[in-house]
């Protein structure tokens, strides 16, 4: 099965600062993959698809890329309403793996 | 806008079977495929497995001989029975819709199931 490994699983960041996070996947998987953010007590709501594709909806300070089997989530500049948890998952697989998710908390 | 909503007990003992029933308003659910994904308190998530109209499933191997996903097309619903529960599916459920692509794009609110005596 394919693994997914996100880092950090943890950070604190300042309203504004640049946060970057990182999802490696075990093997190849081209560009299946999304990204979620989860509130406390809420579902997870869908980010980013394909890898780079931002879900309609979706602030354009949020952004995804791929290099390779390494995937990265990035907010341009972190809001408020950004502190959360945010989760891989890979795509087109069964089961579809997530990652271990990735919470941004404030500093 | 499609909305999901989970319907079903919040306690189960354990040994029983967890049944839990999703609502889809705002979408057909003759499109699509749906599934159930669950996540323990403080934990990640994991996928249960999903339905497809036409009555097709695919179940995670994990969950695979204790889980039924079925569907009422008429009643825009689907289920999921869990059976021989333990502690370990205590859990929030989520019902999600699968983009077909294999993304989740629209999710119930989640719905917390104990499984205790």
């Known amino acids: 099965d394919i693994q997914l490994t996100q880092s950090p699983s943890f950070l604190s960041a300042s309203v504004g600062d640049r946060v970057t996070i990182t999802c490696r996947a075990s093997?190849?998987?081209?560009?299946?993959l999304a990204w979620y953010q989860q509130k406390p007590g809420k579902a997870p709501k869908l980010l980013i698809y394909?890898?780079?594709f931002l879900q309609s909806g979706v602030p354009s300070r949020f952004s995804g890329s791929r290099s390779g089997t390494e995937f990265t989530l990035t907010i341009s500049s972190l809001q408020p309403e950004d502190f959360a948890t945010y989760y891989c998952q890979q795509l087109n697989t069964y089961p579809p793996p997530f990652g271990q998710g990735t919470k941004v908390e404030i500093k | 806008q499609v909305q999901l909503q989970e319907s079903g007990p919040g306690l189960v003992k354990p040994s029983e079977t967890l049944s839990l029933t999703c609502t889809v308003s705002g979408a057909s659910v003759t499109s699509h495929y749906w599934s159930w994904i669950r996540q323990p308190p403080g934990k990640g998530l994991e996928w249960i497995g999903y339905i497809y109209y036409s009555g097709s499933t695919r179940y995670n191997p994990s969950l695979e001989s204790r889980v039924t996903i079925s569907i009422d097309t008429s009643k825009k619903q689907f289920s999921l029975d869990l059976r021989s529960v333990t502690a370990a599916d205590t859990a929030v459920y989520y019902c999600a819709r699968d983009s077909t692509f294999g993304w989740f794009d629209s999710w119930g609110q989640g719905t917390l199931v104990t499984v205790s005596s």
């Open positions: 093997q190849g998987i081209n560009s299946d």
């Open positions: 394909a890898a780079s």
